[in-house]
């Protein structure tokens, strides 16, 4: 649990800043070194921002001044603080750490190696090899040998594993329940044992225990390397149906588009009376998609929403979840804008946008996430004018639009700033960061994160810091500290 700082060395000791690979002194505001906490003041800072660190950092002003002035060393409420000239700019403020200071780390009942975590988990007995963190693919198929091996309805999953008479305990483990050992008991029936979940649709992992051994289930063809020779079982609670009536003396029917990177063939239909169907979890967002009947390809001829792409081609959509309109104001003029980005692997060609009074616009569906894009106006990439959130830096800037946000990073003061960043674990530590937007005094950027831990930092006009408002943090192998969030589920 989170342990409190002496409350004259909260917010100093608070403020420890990520050393980055790209990252060398000077451009830290704060770091650690040597058992020294070190603070960089710049000669060059207004009156305001010498207040705003002074406030931050819980520095007096006065000390700030006298450090500014002095040429070595000079004692200032009863301790010796360190001055070092670093250039004609920029002067190095040190003291000693307190020896009271509470610990780099603070644990809860969470599984952490590296960002990589399991939220809340039960306490574990013998743990199953795969301990990995999994997210949904964008299509999934259920491959079972029998029918009866599992169903799925009334949002419950039905879980059957046949035989085993003789055994005494059998559970069900997987990424639906954290892993847990003892959480989901299965109960004995005269084919064997059975349990049932409440599930969402999506991708989960599982295994059985029988007897307290590990085993993926027999009657499952979906599996995936568990990392130690052995492999988990994968089932997907489905949420669609492709449907295409008529063509009785196909031979072949399959279905391709942008969940399968348009790979005819690799994902057939099942025949039916009056046509072919398949049963399968996608992934929430919009896709498109066309049928490949025995090596031609056609548009679901039930389903009213066709779109041509900028080459001419009409391809069949559909959309799970909610709709973002993305918008374009004014180029009344352009004779083609297309939208591209992260959520459709930057086509440039598939999102052809309308024209309207005052611009361009199209609806598209889109999961919850993070997502980059641009516009491509007449053949010439833009980002969004009206969008003051951005990433990348010179000739790669992008676009950066959050849809269903469940976090908001917040840092005040630095009104006279030119750039804000927030950067951390959810995008690899960049360098470039996500862009903040300054609104009455406060830098703000909403972020849509999974559930689980995250380290981040702020950057201020490229100096780095950890966040002055969160009281929890963690060391890193350099001996600095970054801001840990938790997003729960």
């Known amino acids: 649990m989170k342990q409190l700082l002496l409350a004259t060395m909260f917010w100093v000791v608070l403020m420890l800043p990520i050393i980055l690979s790209a990252q060398q002194k000077p451009g830290n505001v704060c770091y650690i070194s040597d058992n020294r906490i070190y603070f960089q003041l710049d000669k060059r800072w207004s009156s305001a921002r010498k207040m705003e660190f002074s406030e931050l950092f819980n520095l007096d002003s006065t000390l700030i001044e006298t ?22 700019n920029i002067t190095e403020l040190s003291k000693p750490l307190s020896q009271d200071a509470s610990p780099l780390h603070s644990y809860d009942r969470r599984l952490v190696t590296n960002d990589v975590f399991l939220l809340d988990a039960p306490p574990m007995i013998n743990p199953p090899p795969h301990m990995e963190f999994t997210f949904p693919d964008r299509i999934g198929i259920n491959k079972f040998t029998t029918e009866s091996g599992y169903s799925y309805s009334n949002d419950t999953a039905f879980f059957v594993l046949t035989g085993f008479h003789d055994a005494k305990h059998v559970y069900l483990s997987g990424t639906f329940n954290g892993w847990s050992t003892l959480h989901t008991p299965m109960l004995k029936t005269g084919n064997g044992w059975q349990t049932a979940l409440k599930l969402k649709p999506g991708k989960y992992l599982y295994k059985f225990i029988v007897d307290g051994r590990w085993m993926p289930d027999p009657e499952n063809l979906q599996k995936e390397n568990d990392g ?19 063509y009785e003396s196909a031979r072949k029917v399959s279905v391709a588009g942008s969940f399968n990177d348009w790979k005819p063939g690799k994902i057939r239909l099942s025949r039916v009376a009056g046509g072919w169907n398949l049963p399968v979890y996608l992934q929430e967002g919009t896709h498109a998609y066309k049928f490949v009947v025995d090596k031609q390809w056609i548009s679901d001829p039930d389903n009213p929403d066709l779109r041509t792409d900028a080459d001419g081609n009409t391809n069949s959509f559909l959309g799970i979840g909610d709709t973002l309109l993305f918008r374009l104001n004014g180029f009344d003029d352009a004779g ?17 946008m309308t024209k309207v009074a005052g611009g361009w616009e199209l609806p598209y569906v889109l999961a919850a996430g993070n997502y980059e894009y641009k516009y491509i106006v007449d053949g010439k990439w833009m980002t969004d004018p009206d969008n003051p959130h951005t990433v990348g830096s010179g000739d790669y800037v992008n ?56 380290t981040y930092k702020f950057n201020v006009d490229g100096q780095w810091m950890i966040d002055p408002a969160n009281d929890d943090w963690e060391g890193n192998r350099e001996g600095t500290g970054n801001s840990v969030l938790w997003i729960d589920p």
């Open 336 to 352: 083609k804008v297309l939208l591209s980005g992260s959520f459709n692997g930057w086509s440039t060609n598939e999102l052809r």
């Open 228 to 246: 130690n020779a052995g492999y988990n079982s994968v089932v997907y609670v489905l949420n669609y149906e492709f449907r295409l009536k008529g």
């Open 67 to 88: 450090a500014l002035q002095s040429a070595s060393e000079f004692s200032y409420d009863s301790i010796t603080w360190l001055v070092t000239r670093i250039n004609s």
């Open 399 to 454: 676009s950066v639009i959050c849809f269903k946000p469940n976090h908001t990073f917040k840092l005040r003061y630095f009104s006279d700033a030119k750039t804000v960043l927030v950067s951390g674990s959810f995008n690899g530590w960049s360098t470039s960061g996500y862009s903040m937007e300054l609104k009455n005094g406060l830098w703000t950027c909403e972020l849509n994160l999974k559930p689980g831990k995250y």
